[in-house]
């Protein structure tokens, strides 16, 4: 097991604190590095592959960006140029809401579907090889302490 000190290369020791805190953010680029590998060959970028999850839970009902923003995993995306990007390939479409002429609605594409479930054994198998190491206690142990950082 790499201790973060040497992934830094740091010769300083680190209070517990700031030590925990690089560790995570050091650990957080590697998670995202990976899953950009798996990703990469598609054309998609993570947060573009969020949105697509988003509308395929929506489960044929429309998303509207809003929705879709305060979904998202990285809050800082701009999620109408992902949206934007998304139609250019053929994985969603946009449409003016029937009823209400101010809504737009959102919605995945059969093709968008397709995508998704040509990537969903791969990035399984992605999170799987991530969290190996991990008994399933030690992962419920790891959620846990992940969500009382964020409370």
């Not at 899953?35 to 592959?49: A, E, F, G, R, W």
């Not at 990285?74 to 969603?92: P, Y």
């Not at 799987?128 to 992940?146: D, G, H, M, Y």
């Amino acid at each position: 097991i790499m201790k973060i000190e040497e992934a830094i290369k740091t010769m300083h020791p680190m209070g517990l604190t700031t030590k925990t805190v690089i560790n995570l953010m050091y650990t957080s680029r590697a998670v995202e590095e990976a899953i950009q590998t798996v990703l990469k060959p598609h054309d998609l970028s993570i947060p573009q592959y969020n949105v697509l999850r988003i509308l395929r839970g929506q489960k044929g009902q429309p998303a509207n960006a809003s929705t879709i923003q305060e979904r998202m995993v990285d809050k800082s995306s701009n999620t109408t140029r992902l949206i934007d990007k998304l139609i250019k390939k053929g994985w969603v479409r946009r449409q003016v809401c029937a009823n209400n002429r101010r809504k737009v609605e959102i919605f995945i594409t059969a093709d968008g579907l397709a995508t998704l479930t040509e990537l969903d054994p791969l990035t399984e198998a992605n999170n799987e090889e991530l969290v190996c190491q991990f008994s399933n206690e030690e992962l419920n142990t790891l959620n846990n302490l992940l969500d009382k950082l964020r409370s």
